[in-house]
């Protein structure tokens, strides 16, 4: 017996290798994965254990959010307005070093409802007390490709903990958790620190997730200590031999991309972040020129106020039209791959990213009924520019139920809430001489 | 008797010009006006006649549309990443032939629902058919300052029958029309037409809608056949001496800022038009140096998918923030107050923008029980970055409640949703010969 059908939907998927719109379809799983998708006339009359009526709904893949800080959530609005080094050495440096572990599930559990009310069921998450986010991974129901954040301060032993953090999470929660290394950046830990790291990656056989080349003024940086880009570093020091998550990747010079393009590594693109901080877009023509993955990402919300991927798929095509002065550029069936296929190719998942038969079952219903949806005389547009993550009405992950009719059934929000309020005026406190790390500037 | 008391809810008001959130507040309704805003645990006793229980909701203004061409939601997807002269003149002029009277009732009809959704109650619009338009307004609730598009090619016969109906709806619907004069462009009216705009204007006691400098083509083309910049133009053939909203604007010379600062004239502004079509934005740090008021404008949702100013109010931001290579660029009490009160300025409404007392009763109650809306540690920034159009849960404009519970109280979607479906085969025929204009490179 078949676990769940999916009832008369719309279904976005592809169709040589454009998108394409099914209508009136009914979608079949079994297990963590999908079994048919057939029109509902022609659909199975065979009994299932749950059914959804998803009539006027359309049925997309979950999105993958290629490079977050989700417990950040908990500091979401605390330095607005600032410059990128007021924000890290001002603000988020100083209160992270409040942070507890337990502040951290608290957290995460709460950008995890965030990412579920936004139709996002994997996330690459890059932070500190991990273990926690791995619990609040397991107890949401939603995928995390989970990395601890490291700076070279910190010390070896310190990165030999994450490496205890890799081995004891590695294809837990019934496969749900990937783990990876996470050094912070190349501004952070220098060419010794970062060997140290690709060499510990290959024995573990996991990928890395770092941020790199962010702005320009990193890149100058890199420049001058270590005569080279952060991208040659990044490859001689061994990082890019191993499946790689770039975070931002704004500033790569062309031989930086002519590098990218030969490695195992893809980008996680936050344009949101980018504009709020007044920092540069990444070379989205070069990356796709090239075929280097693409992927939208959160970041953090203190960067980015949100972790809603609808609003960076929509704000990724309007900030490439706008550069580049043209209106033909980024059109919707490119747009629309990045966004989901695209997540999916920079996590280096293969069953992710489409709904098609034998595929994993992670599905977002979309509500249809906003007045700003209707008409529907171009699917697809409405999908990139019309959508909200606000109409994400249902949400599967591994063919379990996370979200229906927009209630959550794994998370507690309330106790989220008062959770995290009770530990807010501690965490946003800054403790002179705390600090979890100091930007270079 | 009071007419509507707005139990415990947030109010964003302003206080020494500067955004202000007060927490657990009542709102008193009596007529179409704001009688009272007190804490709750100061607050009446006495009987009213309706009651809104507004706990954990923030109070907003109504927002105020500074240009739009609703009725062109009918017209959703039809163009998609195409250059501005295709999108004018192989798919909405010749759409736009097709339009009948009846059509236009029904698109204005689901604009306004979908702006009633989004939180918007006044909208300057701009279209053919306007009576229908005016009908729309008088059946949604909502305000509408409405201007009747006129190209020259029409002749100023068909302009005199634009003055018919300015005369006809002014100050009707319980006040909620207004109505002004709308030549479409200096691009498509010349110097004779706009100073015959100008005289009836004067005589008819209203103000003058009209597009302007919206790329530097259009500017260079005026130059050419006129020898001076499309602003200059209508300076000098009067339109600015009346109340004018100036659709756009983003390609003004330093001199014309001059001369706009001059005149009683505002700046109806669309990010995401502007970023969807290529073309440019604004100089809006320029507009408030010289104090020009200056709102947000959703445009037609042809060229911008949707109505939806909580969207426009963040692209703003992000935008100029972007531009400038500066975070601290448009922080949230500036962009904040151009969302609310500047709009109510550009359509020189004294009395919307702000909630207080005596001003009239235009309110919005937005949820905050989304995920993404945790923690508040800062409202402002809550309100600018996270909280979406989606939220809206209640609409009150003219002290007469529109949506409750996001349920539309005057307005039947199903009803216009089968009008539409019926249309819109008819409409996006393009038909050989057939069009309004022709947009002129």
Chains 1, 2 share one sequence.
Not at 115 to 127: L, P, Q
Not at 166 to 176: L, N, P, S, T
Request: glycine share 8%; net charge negative; charged share 20%.
């Amino acid at each position: 017996m078949s676990d769940l059908l999916i009832k008369n939907c719309d279904v976005f998927c592809c169709k040589d290798n454009k998108p394409d719109f099914l209508l009136s379809h009914d979608i079949l799983v079994t297990g963590n994965r999908i079994q048919s998708i057939l029109p509902t006339s022609e659909s199975t009359t065979t009994p299932v254990k749950n059914r959804i009526d998803a009539s006027g709904m359309l049925a997309v893949p979950g999105m993958v959010n290629t490079h977050a800080h989700v417990p950040m959530v908990l500091f979401r609005g605390v330095a607005e307005d600032v410059t990128l080094e007021e924000w890290f050495n001002q603000y988020i440096f100083p209160m992270e070093s409040n942070l507890t572990p337990e502040d951290v599930f608290w957290g995460a559990l709460l950008g995890m409802a965030e990412m579920i009310e936004a139709g996002i069921t994997n996330v690459a998450d890059h932070y500190f007390f991990m273990d926690e986010v791995a619990e609040a991974i397991k107890a949401s129901g939603i995928r995390g490709n989970l990395a601890w954040a490291v700076f070279e301060h910190e010390g070896l032993e310190k990165f030999d903990e994450t490496v205890e953090f890799v081995k004891r999470w590695q294809g837990r929660a019934e496969g749900r958790i990937k783990t990876w290394l996470g050094p912070h950046s190349p501004y952070l830990c220098g060419p010794e620190f970062l060997t140290r790291c690709a060499q510990l990656a290959e024995g573990l056989d996991v990928g890395i997730h770092i941020h790199v080349a962010e702005t320009e003024d990193q890149v100058a940086l890199s420049q001058k200590q270590y005569g080279m880009t952060p991208i040659r570093l990044l490859a001689q020091t061994g990082v890019l031999n191993r499946p790689s998550i770039l975070a931002h990747c704004c500033f790569p010079t062309k031989e930086d991309i002519d590098i990218i393009a030969d490695h195992p590594a893809g980008v996680g693109q936050a344009p949101k972040t980018y504009m709020r901080a007044g920092m540069g877009l990444g070379p989205l023509k070069a990356f796709q020129e090239r075929d280097i993955p693409v992927g939208l990402a959160s970041d953090g919300a203190a960067s980015n106020s949100t972790l809603d991927l609808y609003e960076q798929m929509r704000l990724m095509a309007l900030t490439q039209k706008f550069i580049e002065n043209d209106a033909r550029v980024m059109p919707l069936d490119k747009i629309l791959k990045i966004a989901y296929a695209g997540g999916a190719r920079v996590c280096q998942e293969n069953d992710l990213g489409v709904l098609a038969p034998n595929k994993l079952a992670d599905i977002v219903l979309l509500r249809q009924d906003r007045s700003a949806v209707i008409p529907r005389l171009n699917p697809a547009a409405n999908l990139v520019y019309a959508i909200n993550a606000v109409d994400v009405d249902t949400v599967i992950c591994n063919g379990v139920v996370l979200m229906h009719n927009r209630q959550l059934l794994t998370i507690d929000k309330e106790k989220i809430k008062g959770e995290i309020e009770s530990r807010l005026a501690r965490l946003v406190k800054k403790v002179p001489g705390k600090v979890v790390a100091v930007y270079p500037t």
